[in-house]
């Protein structure tokens, strides 16, 4: 069968406007607000945030409210590794959170250890290996799910937008970060946690305390407490 030039014209505009459909869907956070948050890490990373290295290593990521990757940028020598946590960590805290209730990753610690009603869920939606090289993944959902420190939900106006996740030093020092982050990009308006005086922010448990409630361990003696972040 022949196709017409009339024919041809249809099927061409029909696939730039798949094109920019698809370009203008990549990612629900406005670029701005993204460009904003991806400003702020290399300040953050310099602070006293009770981590291992000074400046940290980082790898920082920003998924939509749809999970899909915005983002993810690193600051010096970050470990490879690390990206696919700070996608993961960004995808955790957005699926975990909601308009009444706002959970870090920080927060999912012990309950997703044995006999938490969360075990077991770590292995429930896998990072995909294909968006493990930089600079892949940008607009789709690469998956993880990671329940240690270092990942918050994003809000405006009361409701999620999306998620952050940090990855390269301690967990505790990567919630620090990110922490500090969400709140300078005024990010930060949650409604409600199961964490530190009814936040999401960290809440330690105590030494020798089995896993509970919300909380979770500290990494080093260096650790910045909640009430200081």
């Known amino acids: 069968m022949q196709t017409t030039s009339k024919q041809a014209m249809l099927l061409v505009t029909g696939l730039i406007f798949s094109l ?3 370009a203008e869907h990549a990612c629900d956070i406005p670029e701005a607000t993204v460009q904003k ?7 953050a990373v310099t602070q006293a945030n009770g981590a291992a290295l000074n400046p940290s290593r980082e790898w920082l990521a920003v998924v939509d409210r749809q999970g899909r990757l915005c983002t993810a940028i690193k600051v010096g020598d970050a470990q490879p590794y690390a990206r696919a946590l700070a996608i993961g960590k ?10 009444a209730f706002a959970a870090s990753t920080a927060n999912l610690y012990s309950l997703a250890q044995p006999g938490g009603l ?22 789709k959902v690469a998956g993880g799910v990671v329940t240690w420190a270092g990942g918050v939900p994003l809000y405006q106006n009361g409701v999620v937008i999306g998620g952050l996740g940090l990855a390269g030093d301690t967990a505790c020092a990567d919630h620090v970060m990110a922490y500090r ?3 300078s990009a005024g990010l930060d308006g949650i409604p409600y946690g199961g964490g530190y005086n009814g936040t999401d922010n960290i809440d330690y448990l105590t030494p020798g305390q089995a896993p509970a409630g919300y909380k979770h361990p500290r990494c080093s003696a260096t650790d910045i407490m909640p009430g200081q972040i």
């Open 37 to 43: 948050i991806q400003n702020l890490l290399p300040t």
């Open 181 to 183: 982050i969400r709140r």
């Open 118 to 139: 969360l075990y077991g869920f770590n292995s429930s939606n896998p990072f995909n290996p294909e968006f493990m090289t930089p600079g892949t993944g940008i607009g």
């Open 20 to 22: 920019s459909a698809a």
């Open 90 to 99: 960004a995808g955790t805290a957005n699926g975990f959170s909601n308009s």
